[in-house]
C-alpha cells in the first residue's frame, strides 16, 4: 500500500487546472472573486495564488485524474475529456463551498473557508454558479456527449444532496442504522466518485457497457474512500488530515465507525452511546475514551474490513472491464492511494 | 391598467402545478420536505397544503404561464411546454430559497422562511436541489431542444447570480451609480424573465426570430416589473406587498428610486444620502423622512418614467414579433397586471 500521489494526479492538474480557470473568469466581480479564492487561484484580496506562475488550489485534484483516465479508458487523447474533469472538479467544489457553511468549518486546505472570508450569503452566491457553470461547460461541449454527461453529473449531484441532506438529519438523530449510514456514504461521497470514473468515457462517446464498468469500479472506491477517510476522522494524525485530532468525535459525527459501533450490541457499543449522547463538549479524556470505545465495540475492525471489502470490489470491477492496461493500472494506483490509511 | 389576475395565470397553475409536485417528488425525503414547504406544497410537518385538492403555493405563477404562452406563439399546445414551464419556476424558487436566507428574510408568501423552519443548512441543500431538478427535466426532454432550453436556463441562472452578488455587494457601497444599479435589475429579474418568455418556444423547436423576439419582450416587461417592485417598495401597502410598510427603506437597500434620488445631485439626495448613512435602525419618523426625501429627489418620478419606457419597449417588442394575435394580447396583459402600480 502505497501513499506516494499518483503521477495521473499531477498531469490531471496541469490539463484541467486552466480550464477550471478560463471557467471561472467567465463569473461576475463579486462571484468570480469568491468562487477564486475558494479553489485556491486567488488569495482573499484577489491576488493570484501560485507563486510559481501556475494555478494554486484544486486540493487533490483526484476526481480531474479519474476523468481523464476514464477519457483514456475509451482508447481517446486525456485532452478530449477537459471538459468533463472540470466540470467534476467544480461540481465537487461546489458541494465543498456549501457543505463547509452547513457544517460552521472555519477551516479548508488550510485556509479559512470561504464563507469566513466573504460571509455566507457570498459564498452561497459562489457555490451556485460553480454548480451552473460545470454544466455550462457540459452543454457547451459536442451533442449528444456533452449532453450524456451533463445528465450523468446531474444525477450524482442529486445523490451528493440526498446524501448531504440524511448526513444533516443524522445529526438529530439517535437512531442510525448501519444501513442507512452506508446508503449516506453512498449518495455522499461514492455518487460523484462513479461519475468522476465514468464521465470522461461518456463524454468522448464510449459504450454502455465501458461507461457501467467504470462507474461501478468508482462507486465501490469511493465507498472504500469514506471509510477510509472516516478512519482518519478518528484515528488520523492531525498533520495528514489537516484538522485537529478525533474531530469527527469532537464534533459527533455519525460516521460509519461510530454507527457500527453504536449498533453493535456490545457494552463499549453503549457505553459510546451514552458518553455521545450528551450536547456538552467533550473533554480530551472524553474523547480518547470514546475513541477507545469505538475499537473495543469492533468500529475499527469493521470499517477497516468495509474498505478492504470495497476496494476489493472496485479491483473486480477494473478486471472486469475491457480497457488498455497502463490505464487499468493507474485507476487501481489511484484506489490505492485515497484508502492508504498511514495509519 | 388593470390589477385582474389574467387568465393564463390560472392555467399555467393547473397545467404546471402537477409537473412540479411530480419532481419534487423525486427529492430523498430529508430534501423534499423542505422544498414542499417552500413551495407551498405541504406545511412545515410535511402535510399536503391545498384543502381543495390541489397544490398550494406556486405564488404568482407568473413565470411559468409565460413559458406556456411562449410555447403558444409558436403555434404549438401549451402542453408541450410544461417541462420548460416547470423548469422556470424551479430556477425561480431555487433563488427564492437562497435569497432568502442571504436577505435574512423571515417571511415570503405570509409564512416563515424555509431556512426559519429547517434551518440554514437544510434551505441551501433544498435551493442546490430545485436547481439542479430544473436541468434534469429540461435534459431529460426530446434533444435537441432540451439541451437548447437548458442552455437559456443555464445562461439566466448565472445572471441572476451575478446580479444578487452585486445586489449584496452594493449593500456594503455608498458609491453605486445609476447604471450599476440598472445593470444589476437587468441580471437579477429581467433575466430570468427574458427566459421564460422565450424557453417554451425554445422547447418546440421555433425558430432564432421568434425566440428573440420573445426574450426582448421579457427583458424589458421584466426591467418594467423590477422598477415597480421597488416603487411598492417604498410606497406599498402592506397589503399589497405582504412587506412592512417602507421595507426596502428601513433595510436600506440600494433600489432603483433610491440610487436614482441619491445620485442626483440635489439637495434632498443628498439629505436622503446622509439619512441612510448610518447603521442605526431607522425610526418610523426617519422613513417617511426618506420616503419623501426620495420623492422630492425625483428618485419616484424617474422610477415611474423609466418603467413606463420599459413597458412601452416590452410592447413594441411583442408588436415586431409574429405570433398568434390573442398570444399577444396576453403576452400584454400579464405585463401589464406585473407593472400595476396599485397606488
Redesign the interface.
Known sequence: MTATIPAGVETARDLVGPAIAAAVS???P??RSVAAYHLGLADADGRPAGADGRPGGMGKALRPALALLSTRAARTAPERGVAAAAAVELVHN?SLV?DD???GDTERRHRPTAWTVF????A??A???L???A??IL??GP??Q??WA??CL??S??RL??G???D??FERRDDVTLEQCQEMAG?KTAALMACACSIGAIYVGAPAELAMGLAGFGAHAGLAFQLTDDLLGIWGAPEVTGKPVRSDLRTRKKSLPVVAALTSGTRPGDELGALLSGTEPLSEDDLLRAADLVEAAGGKAWTEAQADVQLASAGECLAETDMPDDVRAEFAGIAEFITARQS
Open positions: 467567465r463569473l461576475s463579486d462571484v461546489f456549501h457553511i452547513m457544517d460571509g455566507v450569503g457570498a452561497i452566491l457555490g451556485d454558479a454548480l451552473v457553470l454544466q455550462d452543454l457547451e451533442a449528444p456533452g449532453l451533463s445528465r446531474s444525477a449531484v442529486q444532496i440526498a448531504q441532506g440524511a444533516l438529519a449518495d
